[in-house]
């Protein structure tokens, strides 16, 4: 368990401590997910069109094209594959979207520890709308803490969309989630027979 639960650990390494805010807030979108069904991981029980299975494999594929960029290889990513990353369909599973999550973390971890310098210009690719114009190119490290940034906003809208599904909180979800045992502070979420059944 992380010295600090909740919390990056205390690294002085730039690369590992990047990496490290990058996985905490993938944990974040995990723990959001545990413990629910394939059918509870599709609710889009609040205002928007949010599920947590679509979050989670939308952050899959945003951090996929932030590394494919990276590494400057060709994305096939188009406006239908955006759209259809907010949503786990009915051929996906919970458990399949969790380890394509965990894939592309594999991936970032192997494709960032191979280059030499966090400073490595990465072209910004131009003709994309919601890219400047007007600059070259960011570096890996702005990429890293881009992808913080990013998947911490959607690990966020999980914490709402999962309270929205049977009242558990970011907490409770980490505790049961890592095994903490009870305290005075803090109980470990259980499943209800209401929250498995609704």
Known sequence: MNPIPGNAP???????????YVAQQRDGLR????GLTDEQARRVPTAGQLSIGGLI????????????MVEQRPTSSTQD????????GADDSLA???????AVAAETERVIGAIDDLGQAVPVPKGVPWYPQDIEAWSVRWVLLHLVEEIARH????????????GATMYELMAAAEGWPATDW?????????AAGA
């Open 10 to 20: 205390l690294l002085t390494d730039e690369r590992s401590l990047l990496l490290a």
């Open 31 to 34: 723990n959001a997910a545990f």
């Open 57 to 68: 494999k939308h952050v899959a594929h945003t951090e996929r094209g932030w590394i494919d």
């Open 81 to 88: 594959v955006y759209v259809d990353s907010f949503a786990l």
């Open 96 to 102: 399949d979207v969790l380890a394509g999550l965990d």
């Open 155 to 166: 690990a966020g809208h999980a914490d709402i969309v999962r309270e929205s599904i049977d």
């Open 186 to 194: 803090l109980t470990p979420w259980e499943p209800t027979s209401t």
